[in-house]
């Protein structure tokens, strides 16, 4: 089972970027779903995550820019990304925590932030 993910591409500094995610539905209604991220050279780190009651979680580095929101009736997650800078430069991956014990991903998508 591989998340769809889509919406990344080349902005520059304070722009704004929103990434999607699709998710089989059997999945993505037990699933906590998360934005990961792996900068060049780095590990990857989670950057926002939302329960099924929409209660989220953000990497303090994104707190304030980002927003992660989910829709349960068309089984996607977005994350909204404002203000960026060079440093949210990475590929970005979706996440689905499923029962919180099984996780499945998305392929990654790159996003750029670059003048």
């Known amino acids: 089972v591989q998340l769809q993910a889509s919406g990344g591409g080349l902005v520059q500094p304070g722009g704004s970027l929103r990434l999607s995610c699709a998710a089989p539905?059997?999945?993505?209604?037990?699933?906590?779903m998360g934005w990961y991220r792996q900068p060049p050279g780095n590990q990857r780190e989670l950057v926002a995550s939302i329960t099924d009651s929409h209660t989220t979680n953000y990497t303090d580095a994104v707190k304030g820019r980002f927003t992660i929101t989910r829709d349960n009736v068309r089984n996607r997650v977005y994350l909204q990304m404002n203000s960026l800078k060079p440093e949210d430069t990475a590929v970005y991956y979706c996440?689905?925590?499923?029962?919180?014990?099984?996780?499945?991903w998305g392929q990654g998508t790159q996003v750029t932030v670059s003048s």
């Open positions: 539905g059997s999945i993505f209604r037990l699933s906590i």
């Open positions: 996440n689905a925590a499923w029962r919180n014990s099984v996780n499945y």
